[in-house]
């Protein structure tokens, strides 16, 4: 199969990035961050969740940082939401995309969002209804699609058929989520055919996190696969409260400077982007998770 000549990066640095941080980092700090990501030239910024405040601190102030955001049209800015509560008030926040989140193993579905996978299916319904009705876009994730921390290996045709349903429902994309990093490119490779026979590959998305080295790998194996949407978070920021261990998610720089090398379009400043994952490294304290980042700013 030729690789796609257009590649759309959807940036979950806001939120998967900066989900599992302890520290309380300010709704200025996280404005600058979607700020940054837009100047950059991204077209999809996930920019927090609509959850529980008990399960995810962190979030809480999401509908702050939607306020203070300066949207760029044809941008769209997407949060979680994991039931109608949390539809409700990013529609009161003036949210425009939202995702609803599944996973393909019963214990990380139970411990994520404490219900079954098909009571997760069930709850996500009247969600799927209410944002058809308010004519926003819901796009469905899977977590745990190359391997779960609690139930180890993970079928694939498991996989296929939650992407089936939540496809069948109504999202628009569905982003498979390798939440631990174990996927390597065959597996990926089987698990996306598997998901094809149900859902067009230009309907899948890939969530690579790079906790054991594949990310990349498994992401050019998804471009053979005809997959040209891919998550990932600025300076690899993230991990997973329920996946110990976990890493953050595939550096968007290191995503783009393949990419790039590919000469697969994006629309991104990878300079820019470099900016952005400086600045908000600073901010948390920590290392930038990105390689290329880190040899841009080397060589700077
Ligand atoms: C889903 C629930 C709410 C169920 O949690 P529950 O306890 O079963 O829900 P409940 O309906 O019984 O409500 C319990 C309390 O939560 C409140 N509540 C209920 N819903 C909401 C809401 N939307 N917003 C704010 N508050 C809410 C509700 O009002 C109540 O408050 P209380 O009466 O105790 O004060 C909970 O488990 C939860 O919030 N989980 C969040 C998990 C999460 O955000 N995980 C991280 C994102 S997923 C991810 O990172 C994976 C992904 C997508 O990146 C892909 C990958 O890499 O795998």
């Known amino acids: 199969m030729t690789l796609p000549q257009k590649v759309r990066l959807v940036d979950v640095g806001p939120r998967d990035g900066l989900q599992n941080e302890s520290q309380p980092i300010s709704v200025a700090d996280k404005v600058r961050l979607v700020d940054d990501l837009t100047a950059a030239g991204l077209s999809h910024i996930e920019v927090g969740s609509f959850v529980s405040p008990k399960w995810v601190p962190q979030m809480a102030g999401s ?3 939607f306020a203070g955001i300066q949207q760029r049209a044809g941008v769209s800015y997407s949060a979680l939401t994991p039931n109608l509560k949390g539809l409700e008030a990013a529609l009161e926040a003036g949210v425009r995309e939202v995702a609803v989140f599944a996973a393909a193993s019963e214990a990380f579905s139970q411990r994520n969002i404490n219900c079954s996978i098909a009571e997760s299916i069930e709850r996500f319904t009247p969600v799927l209804e209410a944002a058809q009705a308010a004519g926003i876009k819901v796009r ?10 609690y139930e180890g290996e993970v079928g694939a045709d498991q996989v296929a058929g939650i992407a089936r349903d939540l496809h069948a429902m109504g999202c628009y994309e569905v982003s498979l989520g390798d ?17 094809a026979v149900h859902v067009p590959r230009d309907r899948l998305a890939g969530h690579f996190h790079d906790t054991y080295g594949q990310a990349l790998a498994n992401i050019y194996a ?3 696969e005809g997959v040209s949407v891919f998550d990932s978070s600025v300076a690899g920021l993230g991990g997973c409260p329920y996946a110990k261990g976990a890493t953050g998610n595939v550096a968007t720089e290191d995503v783009l400077y393949m990419l790039n090398g590919l000469d697969i379009e994006t629309g991104i400043d990878l300079d820019l982007l470099v900016d952005a994952g400086a600045r908000i490294s600073q901010v948390i304290g920590r290392e930038n998770g990105s390689r290329v980042a880190r040899a841009i700013l080397a060589a700077r």
Request: glycine fraction near 16%.
């Open 179 to 195: 939440t631990i990093g174990t996927g390597t490119p065959g597996a990926t490779r089987k698990m996306i055919e598997a998901c």
């Open 140 to 149: 469905g994730y899977i977590s745990c699609v190359l391997g779960c921390p």
């Open 63 to 65: 509908a702050e940082v």
């Open 222 to 224: 998804s471009l053979l």
